[in-house]
């Protein structure tokens, strides 16, 4: 496995060259489409050119899904997983399980052919659609409540063939963080009977004292006492309403993973990545600018589009480029194999137990190489 970055006049026919591969190999791999456009500064991979089957992985990877992923991109994404984790199950007060608002039964049927354990996701919607601490705190202090939900949730995994549950609960008041936890160590129990695993997503602490809504009511060594394993949310600092950065700069993630390990044993954390960048417009104005989310093959076709070259920050990790539209300039951030390498690299060194992707709406097959390039054993 190599990776090559584009200079100046370069052919995908001279890259391969250079490898004794076959251009259209290169191509497929790294989703250029014809006429393969390349631009300056954008990484390929560069694989095996007879490559094996997805092997067994050193490490657990999963990846989440809305019900409305494309079945191809789903079919094309499932060899690499070991779970995947269908977005999203929501509850009532009265702890009612509330299903997808599309069918899911498609992907449980799917992810089983393919050897991946589909995973139902409870994450705290409101009807507006965004996480809802009422509902955290109704469900964690009313035990009707939260016995009615968990009889529930059990219900789905013996009637429908879920394989383990994903608690994602964000927004928890720091009055409900001793009740989170013992609702995560309740399901844990329920869902062990009938021997699942059951995983909680973890804002990205950097100390146990880190104050603001996202962090106060998540106690991280007590969540990895209660759940089979845990996924830091390690993504998100460049956001839809934040200035233009990395979306995963590698020296935050690894100060996250740093304190995740004071507290958590390594083979209990997965990684969080992320599959996709943003678009700002420039100038940032806060409270008024909003950026446009991108996958990484849509953010490199424009930086093509646009004839534009790719830089790369060393200290993030991270690509980005600028482009000019006549209503101004935009600044993009994303993901590509560098940055990836960077993170694989992260989870190597600290022996952590595996990766966890938001989301895998969008397909990006180099990512799954490199990884299983990494991981296979």
């Known amino acids: 496995m190599s990776i090559y970055v584009v200079n100046p006049g370069d052919t995908l026919d001279q890259i391969a060259a250079l490898y004794g591969a076959d251009p259209l190999s290169i191509s497929y791999d790294n989703?250029?489409?014809?006429?393969?456009?390349?631009?300056?500064?954008?990484?390929?991979?560069?694989?095996?050119?007879?490559?094996?089957?997805?092997?067994?992985?050193?490490?657990?990877?999963?990846?989440?899904?809305?019900?409305?992923?494309?079945?191809?991109?789903?079919?094309?994404?499932?060899?690499?997983?070991?779970?995947?984790?269908?977005?999203?199950y929501g509850f009532t007060e009265e702890g009612d399980l509330v299903f997808p608002n599309l069918p899911d039964g498609w992907m449980i049927s799917l992810a089983k052919e393919y050897g991946t354990a589909p995973i139902l996701t409870l994450a705290p919607f409101g009807p507006d659609g965004r996480f809802n601490n009422y509902l955290i705190s109704r469900i964690v202090q009313q035990k009707d409540s939260r016995d009615r939900l968990i009889g529930q949730i059990r219900d789905q995994i013996i009637d429908r063939g879920f394989e383990g549950v994903d608690i994602d609960f964000e927004y928890i008041l720091a009055e409900d963080r001793?009740?989170?936890?013992?609702?995560?160590?309740?399901?844990r129990s329920a869902v062990g009977e009938l021997g699942f695993p059951v995983s909680v997503a973890l804002a990205p602490k950097t100390s146990a004292d880190q104050q603001g809504l996202l962090y106060e009511g998540k106690d991280y060594p007590a969540l990895g006492a209660a759940a089979d394993y845990v996924l830091l949310m390690t993504y998100e600092w460049g956001y839809t309403y934040g200035p233009p950065m990395a979306v995963a700069p590698i020296r935050n993630v690894r100060q996250v993973v740093e304190y995740a390990l004071t507290e958590i044993p390594a083979k209990k954390i997965n990684m969080g990545i992320p599959n996709y960048g943003y678009d700002w417009p420039l100038p940032f104005i806060k409270g008024e600018t909003r950026a446009m989310t991108l996958g990484s093959i849509e953010?490199?076709?424009?930086?093509?589009?646009?004839?534009?070259?790719?830089?790369?920050?060393?200290?993030?990790?991270?690509?980005?480029?600028?482009?000019?539209?006549?209503?101004?300039?935009?600044?993009?951030?994303?993901?590509?194999?560098?940055?990836?390498?960077?993170?694989?690299?992260?989870?190597?060194?600290?022996?952590?137990?595996?990766?966890?992707?938001?989301?895998?709406?969008?397909?990006?097959?180099?990512?799954?190489l490199l990884l299983d390039s990494f991981f296979s054993g």
């Open 178 to 187: 001793d009740g989170f936890t013992d609702f995560v160590r309740e399901v």
């Open 31 to 88: 989703q250029i489409p014809y006429p393969y456009s390349l631009t300056p500064g954008e990484a390929l991979y560069i694989g095996d050119q007879n490559p094996a089957e997805p092997s067994q992985r050193e490490i657990r990877t999963g990846g989440y899904a809305y019900p409305f992923i494309s079945r191809y991109v789903l079919q094309q994404t499932l060899p690499w997983l070991s779970d995947l984790y269908i977005f999203s």
């Open 299 to 368: 953010a490199r076709q424009r930086a093509v589009q646009y004839g534009v070259p790719i830089r790369f920050d060393q200290t993030a990790a991270s690509p980005s480029y600028t482009y000019r539209l006549a209503s101004g300039e935009h600044e993009v951030w994303f993901e590509d194999v560098r940055s990836l390498e960077a993170k694989f690299s992260l989870i190597r060194e600290f022996g952590l137990g595996g990766a966890g992707y938001w989301n895998i709406m969008n397909l990006f097959r180099a990512n799954w």
